[in-house]
Nanobody, 116 residues
Framework: QVQLVESGGGLVQTGGSLRLSCAAS????????MNWYRQAPGKERELIAT???????NYADSVKGRFTVSRDTAKNMVYLQMYRVQPEDTGAYYC??????????WGQGTQVTVSS
């Protein structure tokens, strides 16, 4: 089974930028969708960006226009570029792969803290 490892989290100032990476141990070509989720302290995990293999992207309203999801299929990498971050973007960020069987594979998460 493919394993996912996120990286790139850290402390960033309000208005700054950060790029998160998700490295897959196997091919992401077989995945139906690659998603990014966020879990803020005391809140439920929320879906913030989707990258279907068939094409296109979708974003939660809270990040639309500020975050960009992309992939490098040759490297089996998925990225989340974050611009103009806000304190409310603080949380644990998770990469997830949705398989062709609709199973979800999760990464371990990476923490993002936005200072005001």
């Amino acid at each position: 089974q493919v394993q996912l490892v996120e990286s790139g989290g850290g402390l960033v100032q309000t208005g700054g930028s950060l790029r998160l990476s998700c490295a897959a141990s196997g091919s992401i070509r077989s995945m139906k969708t690659m998603n990014w989720y966020r879990q803020a302290p005391g809140k439920e995990r929320e879906l913030i960006a989707t990258l279907p293999y068939s094409g296109g992207t979708n974003y939660a309203d809270s990040v639309k226009g500020r975050f960009t999801v992309s992939r490098d299929t040759a490297k089996n990498m998925v990225y989340l570029q974050m611009y103009r971050v806000q304190p409310e973007d603080t949380g644990a960020y998770y990469c997830a792969a949705i398989t062709s069987s609709s199973l979800t594979i999760w990464g371990q998460g990476t923490q993002v803290t936005v200072s005001s």
